[in-house]
């Protein structure tokens, strides 16, 4: 089977690389190229892969459905910036790649930024340089209460690496979790929506692990910070705009909050007279908490997965049938 593979453009490797690896002989991959026109790239191509979902345009599923495409494969988990719709209503199928292939990488990133919060690593590397040892005096994660807003892979995959450490651990979800899975998870207990607010007012760390959609967009507001611990620390793996981000800079600015460990933003890339830029009690990173090589070479492997059961007149695992 012909596969055309579309990249984000600047964002090659090694997203392409593991998945051509999982790919091996079997089909014939074929590059996009963004000079050429669409349709006659498409022609006799079995599967679309694309990283990330940025490029599927309406004109472009049209010439993809022309051309009697049978499979649209995102490479990606968030369809926040996917007209899925515009996939429904033409009756394209579309899959990603969900949760599970990035949740070990986005738990781990979000344990990072509680250790270099609870550690005071901008503090011990500044006394570090001056010659001053012996200080700052650093916190403990044991005994520490851990907010897990949405219990889903990732959520699940930090609660595994924190309930070991001695941290208490709350979480909230909009479905209802089992007393089996909570238990083997650590977790003292895992409400509805409406326990929002005592999660973030009990907290020492507040990890969001919600996807983005209507009801969750601003998700984190003005009130809900004031809800929080002066000491507590926000951490967002997720996507930015889940979080007020206005609310949140004021929040950090006045001690509202003690500080916020952040990878995603309303606006991406961040401008760089963004406030953020300035806060000692922000820790950034690009973007980055979901993608290492494992979630690479698993999401490559559920990419070729697919193609081979599109090949083989199944139908493809992971398949999007709804807005939400």
């Known amino acids: 089977m012909k596969v055309l593979y579309i990249p984000q453009p600047g964002i090659m490797h090694p997203w392409y690389d593991d998945f051509a690896a999982a790919v091996?002989?079997?089909?014939?991959?074929?590059?996009?190229d963004f000079e050429q026109p669409a349709p006659q790239q498409l022609q006799g191509v079995g599967v679309v892969v694309e990283l990330g979902g940025k490029m599927s345009t309406p004109?472009?599923?049209?010439?993809?459905?022309?051309?009697?495409?049978?499979?649209?494969?995102?490479?990606?988990t968030?369809?926040?910036?996917?007209d899925v719709q515009c996939f429904l209503d033409k009756g394209l199928p579309l899959a990603n790649t969900p949760g599970q292939f990035s949740s070990v990488a986005l738990a781990e990133h979000a344990l990072f930024f509680m250790l270099?919060?609870?550690?005071?690593?901008?503090?011990n590397h500044v006394n570090l340089r001056a010659g001053l040892?012996?200080?700052?005096v650093t916190d403990d994660l044991e005994s520490a209460t851990l907010g897990?807003?949405?219990?889903?892979?990732?959520?699940?995959?930090?609660?595994?690496?924190?309930?070991?450490?001695?941290?208490?651990?709350?979480?909230?979800?909009t479905v209802d979790v089992p007393n089996d899975v909570r238990k083997a998870h650590f977790v003292e207990s895992c409400g509805g929506p409406g326990h929002l607010e005592q999660l973030l007012s009990e907290s020492d760390y507040v990890s969001l692990h919600t996807p983005l959609t209507a009801t969750t967009r601003n998700l984190i507001g003005r009130r809900e910070l004031e809800l929080m611990k002066s000491s507590s620390v926000l951490i967002?793996?997720?996507?930015?705009e889940i979080v007020d981000e206005q609310a949140l800079i004021e929040a950090l600015q006045t001690g509202q909050i003690a500080g916020a460990g952040l990878d995603a933003f309303e606006v991406e890339p961040l401008p760089l007279e963004h406030p953020f830029f300035e806060m000692p009690n922000v820790l950034m990173t690009p973007h980055t908490a979901g993608g290492s090589r494992g979630t690479s070479r698993r999401r490559g492997r559920a990419g070729a997965d697919n193609v081979n059961r599109i090949a083989s007149g199944l139908d493809p695992l992971y398949r999007i049938t709804s807005v939400e």
């Open 24 to 32: 091996a002989d079997e089909h014939e991959i074929i590059m996009f």
């Open 59 to 76: 004109d472009l599923l049209d010439a993809a459905l022309e051309a009697g495409v049978q499979l649209w494969q995102i490479m990606g």
């Open 78 to 82: 968030g369809l926040d910036h996917v």
């Open 116 to 123: 270099w919060f609870a550690k005071k690593y901008p503090e």
């Open 133 to 136: 040892f012996y200080d700052p």
């Open 148 to 173: 897990l807003v949405g219990f889903g892979n990732s959520a699940k995959q930090l609660a595994l690496r924190t309930g070991p450490l001695g941290m208490r651990i709350l979480a909230v979800d």
């Open 236 to 240: 967002n793996v997720a996507r930015g």
